[in-house]
């Protein structure tokens, strides 16, 4: 009989001695007793199925084929590589090892080159980024921002303050494009409000290429360490063919005019660069002539 008694006519739909599963302790034992079994049922197949995996028909070795590499015997790894990355429970020291920072490097050279790659013709503007907002070089930056961008120019800077926004304010006023290419630091900057396109970076030499590949010349404001370090690898490139055409102006001659005699009656006179190297900046004070400067001699 299949009535609620049952099939051997057994009341199953209520019981006082804790074997029905729905009262006392009895549920308990029979709940946990088959979960355990499963376990073991789960268990025994993952090694059934690891064993038939590296164990591969018609070979007396294990094999398993990770992407394009195979391993066999001893060199075979447990798990799959989409499950050590899907294991959160992992190691993550592998965060900071080389080959990680390489495709981080790689995404930074992308990620640039994504946002740069329509920008059209652009001088890059540099400068110190303690330059007050009040004096003359921040006005200088302002005025050559905006000489630039009515000259059909976007201004590139390093997207910080002082005399990278002042460039950056010019541009924009002038209603051009202003583009500002940040720089991870100990100490935090942020990219300044006049900035249109902006790219953060966490590695110097990745933003230097931005710097170079995406602009046509340099116009270099009085500036520091940071400042200066652009400069000479600029001028290092220019001296060294590896890129040609390209302008560099150092506007300001009080300011850069001691730079420019120690190296003419230093390094060139004691043979260390030759005169013709000379040639491969010049220092103005003039708005007008700096923006002639890097557009003409680049065209």
Do not use: C
Not at 52 to 81: C, D, Y
């Amino acid at each position: 009989m299949t009535d609620a008694t049952g099939r051997d006519g057994t009341d199953t739909t209520d019981s006082t001695d804790g074997t029905d599963g729905t009262d006392g302790t009895g549920g308990a034992a029979g709940t946990d007793a088959l979960v355990g079994e499963v376990a073991d049922w789960q268990e025994a197949a993952a090694a059934a199925y690891a064993a038939a995996e590296t164990m591969p028909e018609g070979k007396g070795w294990p094999e398993r084929h990770t992407g394009p590499v195979i391993r066999r015997r001893g060199q075979v790894q447990p798990g799959t590589t989409d499950q050590r990355l899907l294991d959160s429970r992992g190691e993550t020291d592998w965060v900071h090892s080389d080959p990680w920072r390489v495709l981080r490097i790689q995404s930074e050279f992308v990620e640039g080159f994504g946002a740069l790659a329509e920008l059209g013709p652009a001088v890059s503007v540099f400068g110190s980024a303690r330059t007050p907002v009040d004096s003359r070089e921040y006005e200088s930056g302002v005025r050559i921002g905006r000489a630039l961008a009515e000259a059909g120019l976007a201004v590139i800077t390093g997207g910080g303050p002082g005399a990278m926004e002042a460039a950056n304010k010019g541009a924009l006023e002038a209603g051009g494009v202003s583009v500002g290419l940040g720089i991870e630091l100990p100490f935090e900057q942020g990219l300044n409000p006049y900035v249109d396109i902006g790219v953060n970076f966490r590695y110097f030499f990745v933003r230097k290429t931005m710097f170079v590949k995406y602009a046509r010349g340099f116009v270099v404001l009085p500036g520091g360490f940071g400042t200066l370090d652009e400069l000479f690898e600029a001028l290092t490139l220019v001296q060294t063919k590896k890129v040609t055409r390209f302008p560099i102006v150092l506007f300001g001659s009080e300011y850069w005019g001691g730079l420019a005699t120690w190296i003419r009656r230093t390094l060139v006179a004691e043979g260390k660069a030759s005169a013709a190297d000379l040639e491969l900046f010049y220092v103005t004070d003039d708005v007008d002539e700096a923006v002639d400067r890097v557009t003409k001699e680049s065209a």
